[in-house]
Every structure is written in structure tokens, then in C-alpha cells.
């Protein structure tokens, strides 16, 4: 048994080696970016009719199924459409992405507290992207490292 001992502890070294090289910061980060952007950007697109007109059976879900308290039908239907269009672009584009995610975390709890109350296992998962990108940023591949290398870099 303990010959096997070695054995089972490379093996085990080596899958860790080899998860964090496949899974680096940078694959994960961008991976969770493009998940919410394909989420909710798939939601947004539900809401409005060609590129950009607010659809009467988003107005309608919100008045009859969502309602949602402290505001008006119209104004969440378009509040919502705008926030799935734009916040989804900054995820994929990496700009301001602690911001973005913040944004559809915030909509994520109203769906899970106000609308949805079944659907833990769902919203659980997108916060868990949610917060995975507000605690390490959006990574390497995105605008905020750009622009963090230039505005931030070391004075010399």
C-alpha cells in the first residue's frame, strides 16, 4: 500500500499542474465574461424587436408575470433590455467588467428574490461567475489590462 503511495501523490501533482496551465486566470476569466455576455445578452435580445425597439410582450411579461414593485412596466421592461444589451458588451469588450458584473448581479438577485424564487440553482451559477469576476477583474485579455498597463504603469 504504501509503495502505491508516490504514485497517487504524482499523479495527483500532476492533474493540479495540469488543471492550472489549462485553467489559467486568463482562460477562466474570459470563459466567465463570455458566459454572462451570452446570457444575458440572449435576454436582452427576447425584449426588443429588430436592433433596438422595446417589444410590447416585454412590457406585458413585466406587467403580468415579473411585477415587479417600485416600478412602472415600461420602465423595467426598457431598463432591463438596456442593461442586457449594454452591460453584456463591456463583459465581452473587458471594460469596466467589476462594474458590469455588478450590474447583472444586482439583476440577478431582484430575478432571484422578486420574480424567480425557484430558480437558486440557475441564479446561483451566474453569481458565482458574477463574483469570480468582481474579486479577480476581467483578466488579461480585456480592455481594463490595457488600460491598466498604460494609465497605472510604474514611474521610473
Known amino acids: 500500500m504504501n509503495a502505491r503511495l508516490p504514485t497517487l501523490s504524482h499523479a495527483h501533482q500532476a492533474l493540479i ?79 469596466a467588467t467589476r462594474y458590469a458584473s455588478m450590474g447583472l448581479l444586482v439583476m440577478t438577485l431582484v430575478i432571484q428574490f422578486l420574480v424567480y424564487p425557484d430558480a437558486w440553482p440557475t441564479h446561483l451559477s451566474w453569481l458565482c461567475l458574477q463574483a469570480l469576476i468582481l474579486a479577480r477583474g476581467a483578466g488579461a485579455l480585456s480592455v481594463d489590462a490595457m488600460l491598466s498597463k498604460r494609465l497605472f504603469r510604474p514611474m521610473q
Do not use: C
Open 17 to 95: 499542474h495540469g488543471a492550472g496551465r489549462l485553467f489559467s486566470d486568463t482562460v477562466l476569466l474570459l470563459a466567465a465574461r463570455l458566459a454572462l455576455a451570452g446570457i444575458f445578452w440572449r435576454s436582452g435580445r427576447t425584449k426588443v424587436d429588430g436592433w433596438f425597439t422595446l417589444s410590447d410582450s416585454a412590457v406585458a411579461l413585466f406587467a403580468e408575470e415579473y411585477q415587479l414593485p417600485w416600478v412602472e412596466p415600461g420602465q423595467a421592461a426598457l431598463l432591463a433590455a438596456l442593461a442586457e444589451h449594454a452591460l453584456p458588451i463591456l463583459l465581452i469588450l473587458g471594460l
